[in-house]
Nanobody, 124 residues
């Protein structure tokens, strides 16, 4: 059974930083593309970042480019999201997602497994 457990969310002031982490189990992590998504109240779930199996390819939504960095550690089965220069509009529940395939992309419908989410709140 695949499990994804996010951690690292919290309350931070605008301009601050947080690091999210997602621990994966139940499937060969090294053959799975991974992604981070977020959902703000009253809005649809939004792509944030994705990373390929080796970590050699990453992609981001335009609104976080230059501020967020996705990374993975295949020896520990974890994927992280370093978030710097946070803005109030980054406030959302952040979800880790895993694919059965190796193809990293932005489409949430192509992800097969999801974590429960972790709340990130950025105060102005």
């Amino acid at each position: 059974q695949v499990q994804l457990v996010e951690s690292g969310g919290g309350l931070v002031q605008a301009g601050g930083s947080l690091r999210l982490s997602c621990a994966a189990s139940g499937r060969d992590f090294r053959t799975s593309a991974m992604g981070w998504f977020r959902q703000a109240p009253g809005k649809e779930r939004e792509f944030v970042a994705t990373i390929s199996t080796s970590g050699g390819y990453t992609a981001y939504v335009d609104s976080v480019k230059g501020r967020f960095t996705i990374s993975r550690d295949n020896s520990k089965n974890t994927v992280g999201l370093q978030m710097n220069s946070l803005k109030p509009e980054d406030t959302a529940v952040y979800y880790c997602a895993q694919k059965r395939s190796t193809v990293a992309n932005r489409d949430p419908m192509s992800y097969d497994y999801w974590g429960q989410g972790t709340q990130v709140t950025v105060s102005s």
